[in-house]
């Protein structure tokens, strides 16, 4: 199959598009690069030692002898370089991972909130227009987040993106309904995403686009099989305040000799899942498209949660690090439950990667063999979510912990 890769450079893109060139089919990498112009922005840089583009497509065409081809258009910004490629490629399947995705960013500025929504709101309303102006009946896969959840419920699991329920007509009569989950987003990145959902309703209803959205937990992890056969297709690893995850922060700073930095009481509790089965996960979603005419088909792609303070714990356990709680940047609920239902993925056959068996792997052959290009001055997360946060004012008129 013919795929376009959007942000097929950044840390899911590229070993996504390298798992499904492998596969055999066509891949065409479109990005901005605006990642890597991010990273110049924070004076920050991936502690794994990532190759131009350029240099990326050449080492694999030479490993793989297979080639992915390469489009330099913002997406948001370009929308007729975007529809042109689309009407020249035609492609059978889009998959969409060009997106502002770090939540701190989002919240650094009002110039960094502004980017993110016109960033992400017009790359995606972008792809969906073009799709239908250019007469297209290609498959669109996207990128989306646990987080358009929140996270908690009353108890129930989090189903996979619509939640039954009744409604009582006039005359008394109780009548199912299936309605898209209610959001509740945590940070301006993650409203983008429930922003997203509804673009994504509103086309596949109106022009019977066919759409799967992903409903992603926080990856873990760095290689795949793809990426490690050539130190020149080595994915990157974010460890800084705004762009580094938790777990992958937590392993850097293991091996580097840093405190784990755990916000808060380290309540929060969330959904993971490791880079090869988000590849996987890509490939399964591709193989299985909805019907012409279908609503949006909608997976969890998580597959074990945890709670902050307990993998500080488990990396603590096995690297000998100390555990630091400092205080939380973000305006969050200092502790949740979160159950989540992802049946879909398990059926069509995914295999996941538990922490249990790759946590220590991923100490010791990315985070501990890269330490040396760490700048530790990037580690602290300084992004915060409300004025009151801002350095300088009283601790008093912080907002309380509450649960939101
Ligand atoms: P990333 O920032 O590493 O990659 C995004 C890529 O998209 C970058 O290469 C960037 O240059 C490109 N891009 C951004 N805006 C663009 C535009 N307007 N035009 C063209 N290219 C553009 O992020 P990632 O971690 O690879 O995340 C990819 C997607 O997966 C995001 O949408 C994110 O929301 C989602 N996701 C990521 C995680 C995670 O833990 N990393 C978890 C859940 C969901
Ligand atoms: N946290 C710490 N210490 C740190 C960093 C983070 O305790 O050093 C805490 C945060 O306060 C938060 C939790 O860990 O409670 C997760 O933070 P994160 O930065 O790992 O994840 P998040 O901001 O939610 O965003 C990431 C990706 C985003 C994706 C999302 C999936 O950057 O693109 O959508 O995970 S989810 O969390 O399921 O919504």
Redesign the pocket.
């Known amino acids: 199959m013919k795929v376009v890769v959007l942000g097929g450079d950044g840390f899911c893109g590229w070993p996504a598009s390298l798992h499904l060139s492998d596969l055999g089919h066509d891949v065409v990498i479109v990005d901005n690069l605006s990642r890597r112009r991010i990273d110049e922005e924070l004076g920050t840089s991936s502690l794994t030692p990532i190759a131009g583009v350029e240099e990326r497509l050449a080492a694999w065409l030479e490993t793989s002898g297979r080639e992915i081809r390469f489009a330099q258009i913002d997406v948001a910004q370009d929308y007729d370089g975007l529809r042109d490629l689309l009407a020249t490629e035609r492609p059978d399947a889009l998959v969409h991972f060009a997106e502002q995705?770090?939540?701190?960013y989002s919240m650094k500025s009002p110039a960094h909130k502004r980017y993110t929504v016109e960033n992400n709101t017009n790359a995606t309303h972008n792809v969906l227009c073009a799709l239908v102006e250019a007469g297209l009946d290609t498959h669109l896969v996207h990128l989306g987040?646990?987080?358009v959840y929140g996270?908690g419920t009353a108890g129930m699991k989090i189903p996979e993106g619509y939640l039954d329920v009744e409604v009582t007509t006039e005359e008394g009569e109780r009548v199912p309904q299936q309605l898209l989950y209610p959001t509740n987003p945590?940070?301006i990145?993650?409203m983008t995403?429930c922003l997203d959902q509804q673009l994504f309703a509103y086309y596949a209803k109106n022009d019977r686009l066919r759409i799967t959205d992903l409903h992603?937990?926080?990856?873990w992890g760095t290689h795949t099989d793809q990426t490690l056969r050539d130190e020149r297709l080595i994915n990157r690893f974010d460890y800084d305040?705004d762009?580094?995850?938790?777990?992958n922060?937590?392993l850097m700073q293991a091996a580097v000799g840093y405190p784990l930095?755990?916000?808060?009481t380290?309540g929060?509790t969330?959904?993971f899942i490791h880079i090869r089965d988000m590849v996987r996960c890509v490939q399964i979603a591709l193989e299985n498209p909805p019907r012409l005419g279908d609503r949006v088909k909608i997976y969890n792609q998580?597959t074990e949660t945890h709670r902050?303070r307990d993998l500080a714990e488990l990396v603590a356990r096995i690297s000998g690090a100390t555990v630091e709680l400092?205080p939380?940047p973000?305006h969050?609920a200092p502790e949740n439950e979160l159950h989540v239902t992802n049946d879909t993925f398990l059926d069509l056959g995914l295999e996941p990667t538990f922490l249990s068996e790759g946590l220590l792997l991923e100490v010791e052959h990315v985070a501990e063999r890269y330490a040396a290009r760490a700048d530790l001055e990037k580690i602290p997360?300084t992004s915060v979510w409300t004025q009151e946060q801002q350095p300088g004012v009283p601790t008093s008129r912080r907002p309380v912990d509450q649960a939101v």
Do not use: D, W
């Open positions: 995705r770090a939540a701190p987040t646990m987080g996270y945590g940070s990145y993650h995403k992603q937990g926080i990856i305040g762009y580094g995850t938790v777990l922060r937590f930095t755990v916000h808060g380290g929060q969330r959904a998580m902050v400092v939380n973000r969050e997360c």
